[in-house]
């Protein structure tokens, strides 16, 4: 399989550290440091769909997400840097004063499209309408579907794991944990451990979508990237682990428990975890692996999503 074929965009290799919190030790793979302006699990991605995008001589690119995308953030100043116009949908309000990702997709002056959730159902006909009429322009537009999770897009997470071997020995991990929203940064996990044999389970806490569909969007895409890369891969379902239940005040929100073992780590680590994202996944990692075990042989994905803290500045203040 050709991992090459992509743009350079985030700090490689990012480190494994070795955290204690609450007296227990864990590694813990810190992917929210692929970058400032570019941080983020999002990057490793966008490597692969960027690279697409420029070969096709793209001049535009639609993406889409929250207001507080991680993902339509990255997008946005990653084609700057590329030269390449973007467009964003996404599913929130316009605020004036606007803060953490929205506040830097509004930076790079990019367009953005905003959508109500009943729209933004259908986000991507909406998208494939807008690139048709500049089509008929005579422009190319390159659409990157929610979350850069396509079969390009998730080799970036197969890298990851060659970069993981040559971090640590992984005999010493019996599984990775890590937050998944649109599924694509597990399944490329997914498949980066079945194409080196490695029996370590894939922990998904899912905060976006229901258990039954994430489960099928990461085994779709793993299964995806198999086919049409000829991997020849054996991908075993019962290698992935949905723990569900981290999500239930919805992905835009995050309840105050939750915000108080965030904010407890932070003081305990100095790592910061996300509302959307990370602070779920830790809550998941938290409840099966650091309460259990004395010993603990899972490893913690921190994805990123620094900026979304800003949207949230009051609740993380409260005490």
């Known amino acids: 399989m050709n991992l090459t074929e992509k743009i350079s965009l985030a700090n490689l290799p990012t480190p494994v550290q070795e955290v204690i919190f609450e007296g227990r030790k864990f590694l813990i793979k810190r992917d929210d440091l692929t970058g400032l302006e570019l941080s983020g699990n999002k990057v490793r991605k966008l490597e692969y769909l960027l690279y697409q995008a420029k070969k096709e001589k793209a001049d535009y ?32 309000e316009d605020s004036r004063l606007s803060d953490g990702n929205l506040f830097l997709d509004k930076l790079t002056r990019t367009e953005i499209i905003y959508l109500n959730k009943k729209n933004y159902d259908f986000v991507n006909s909406i998208m494939q309408e807008e690139s048709e009429i500049l089509a008929a322009k005579g422009k190319h537009v390159f659409v990157i579907p929610e979350g850069g999770s396509t079969t390009s897009g998730i080799r970036g997470y197969i890298s990851f794991v060659d970069e993981l071997t040559k971090q640590i020995d992984l005999g010493i991990i019996e599984g990775i944990l890590v937050a998944a929203g649109t599924g694509g940064t597990a399944a490329g996990i997914l498949a980066g451990l079945a194409h080196h044999n490695l029996k370590i389970k894939v922990y998904a806490v899912n905060v976006l979508y229901p258990e039954d569909v994430i489960k099928r969007k990461i085994l779709q895409l793993a299964e995806g990237v198999n086919l049409e890369y000829k991997l020849n891969l054996k991908i075993n379902p019962e ?52 309460r259990k075990n004395k010993k603990i042989k899972v490893l913690f994905l921190h994805t990123g999503g620094l900026f979304g803290v800003f949207g949230k500045r009051r609740e993380y203040l409260s005490d």
Request: hydrophobic share 40%.
């Open 239 to 290: 290698n992935l682990h949905i723990l569900d239940g981290y999500s239930k005040e919805g992905y835009k929100n995050i309840n105050k428990d939750k915000l108080e073992l965030i904010q407890k780590f932070f003081r305990e680590t100095g790592i910061l975890l996300d509302p959307a994202y990370t602070g779920k996944a830790f809550c998941g990692f938290y409840d099966n692996f650091i």
């Open 61 to 92: 690119i639609f993406t889409c997400g929250g207001a507080q995308s991680n993902h339509a953030r990255a997008t946005a100043i990653a084609a700057l840097r590329l030269g390449i116009k973007t467009k964003l949908f996404l599913w929130g």
